[in-house]
C-alpha cells in the first residue's frame, strides 16, 4: 500500500509535513532563480562586454561618491562583507568592479579593466533609491505594505501606489509595465494600449495590404518621379500605409497621466515598419522588440539550467520511504534548519557574504558531531 504525504496529525500541535517543508524551500528556490536566474556565480561578466542582461550589485562601502555597478560572481569575491544594494537585473551593463570608479582597489577576478565603461547607464538604484519618494528599499520610515515593480524602460523601481492609478491590477492580469514618466516620454505607446481584438485585426490587415501591394504594382513609368521632394512625399505616403501604429492613432486614444501595465506578448505588437524602427533607435528603444530582453526570458533561461528543482528531488527522494522514514527524515531537517540558521546568524550580523567554503565548515561540524552521538560510550544504564 502507497504510504501517504500528507500532514501527519498531532494533538493540540501544528506539525510541518515534509510535503510543507518541500514546497517552502521551493518557493525560496524560485525566488533565488528569479534574481540569479542566467547569472554566472563563478566568472566576472566583463569579458562578455555589455551583457543583454544580468543581476547587479552597487557597494555602498568601496564606491560612495559615484555610480558602479558588479556582477554576480564580482559580489561574492571581491566585495564580501561590504554593504551591497541588490538591484535585481539591468540591461547591457558591463561589469564596473575595479576599474577607475574603486580608487586603485582591483577586481580579483578579472583585474585588466578599462578605466570606465561609457556605455553604462546608471540611475538612483545603485545609490540605494528607489520610486518617485526616492526612498531606500526596504525602508524603515514606511509602514505602507506596497509592493515595488520595475518599469521596463527606466529601470526603476517603483511603489504600486506611486504608479499613478488608482488601484493596481492583478499580477495575472498583466507581465510588464512601463512607468508614468517613461509613458509621458514616449507617449506614442499609448496608442499600443488598446490591447488586443483591435490590434490584431489590424496586424492581419497589414500584412494583407503588403500582399495586396505586389499583386497591383503599378509599372516602372508610372513610379517615376523626378523631384526628389515629391519622391520623399510618396516613401512617406507608402510607409504611412503600412504601419500599424499610424492606423492606431487615427483611432481614439486615452492618453493618461499614469503608468501602463501590459499584458503577456504585447512587445510583439508593437509596429517594425521602417519608420518606427527608425524612432526605436532615436530614442534608444530597440530592446522592445527584442522577445529575449525581457525579465521572463532572462529567468526562464535560469530555470533551464537546472535539470530539476530540489522540491523535484526531495518528492522522488519521499516516495521511496515508508511513514517511519518521512518522519525521521523530516527531524532531521529540522534540526538541519535550526542549527544552519544559528549558523548563518553570524554572518548576517556582520554584513559577511556566505561562502562556498563556509558551507563545507558548516557541514562538516554537523557530520563530526554526528559521529561522535553514533560512536561514544554507551550509555551507564542501572539494572
Known amino acids: 500500500m502507497e504510504e501517504s504525504l500528507a500532514p501527519v496529525e498531532n494533538s493540540g500541535e501544528d506539525v510541518l509535513s515534509m510535503i510543507d517543508v518541500l514546497k517552502e524551500e521551493n518557493e525560496l528556490e524560485e525566488e533565488a532563480n528569479a ?16 551583457v543583454s542582461r544580468q543581476a547587479l550589485y552597487a557597494c555602498a562601502t568601496c564606491d560612495p561618491e559615484t555610480s558602479a555597478g558588479v556582477c554576480l560572481a564580482c559580489c561574492l569575491e571581491c566585495h564580501e562583507g561590504h554593504e551591497l544594494f541588490e538591484l535585481y537585473t539591468k540591461r547591457n551593463f558591463r561589469c564596473d568592479c575595479g576599474n577607475s570608479k574603486f580608487g586603485g582597489k582591483k577586481c580579483k577576478l578579472y583585474p585588466g579593466k578599462d578605466d570606465t565603461n561609457a556605455k553604462n547607464h546608471y540611475n538612483q538604484n545603485f545609490k540605494g533609491l528607489y520610486c518617485t519618494c526616492h526612498r531606500p528599499y526596504p525602508d524603515p520610515e514606511d509602514e505602507v505594505e ?40 514616449n507617449d506614442f505607446l499609448w496608442a499600443y494600449s488598446v490591447q488586443s481584438q483591435e ?8 500584412i494583407k495590404s503588403e500582399v495586396d501591394v505586389g499583386e497591383n504594382c503599378p509599372s516602372q ?12 512625399s510618396v516613401q512617406k505616403a507608402e510607409s504611412d500605409k503600412s504601419c500599424l501604429l499610424v492606423d492606431l492613432q487615427k483611432r481614439e486614444v486615452n492618453v493618461k497621466e499614469s503608468g501602463a501595465f501590459w499584458k503577456d506578448g504585447w512587445r510583439k505588437k508593437l509596429c517594425r515598419c521602417a519608420n518606427c524602427m527608425a524612432m526605436y533607435k532615436e530614442r534608444s528603444l530597440e530592446f522592445l ?8 526570458n532572462y529567468e526562464q533561461r535560469g530555470r533551464d539550467k537546472t535539470a530539476s528543482s530540489q522540491y523535484e528531488k526531495g518528492m522522488q527522494a519521499l516516495s521511496s520511504m515508508n511513514r517511519v522514514q518521512q518522519v525521521e527524515v523530516l527531524h532531521g531537517f529540522n534540526d538541519l534548519k535550526s542549527e544552519l540558521t544559528d549558523y548563518l546568524k553570524k554572518f548576517a550580523e556582520n554584513g559577511k557574504v556566505v561562502k562556498e567554503e563556509d558551507i563545507r565548515e558548516f557541514f562538516s561540524g554537523m557530520e563530526a558531531r554526528k559521529r561522535q552521538r553514533t560512536t561514544g560510550p554507551m550509555p551507564f544504564m542501572c539494572k
Request: charged share 30%; hydrophobic share 25%.
Open 35 to 50: 534574481v540569479l536566474g542566467d547569472s554566472d556565480d563563478q566568472n566576472c561578466t566583463y569579458p562578455m562586454g555589455y
Open 146 to 185: 506596497d509592493e515595488m515593480i520595475q518599469c521596463v524602460i527606466c529601470e526603476d523601481w517603483y511603489h504600486g501606489r506611486h504608479l499613478g492609478t488608482d488601484s493596481l491590477p492583478s499580477c495575472e492580469s498583466y507581465s510588464e509595465v512601463v512607468c508614468a514618466d517613461c509613458m509621458k516620454k
Open 199 to 206: 490590434t490584431k485585426s489590424l496586424v492581419k490587415e497589414e
Open 221 to 232: 513609368e508610372q513610379n517615376k518621379v523626378d523631384d526628389k521632394t515629391d519622391q520623399a
Open 289 to 296: 522588440i527584442d522577445e529575449s530582453d525581457t525579465v521572463h
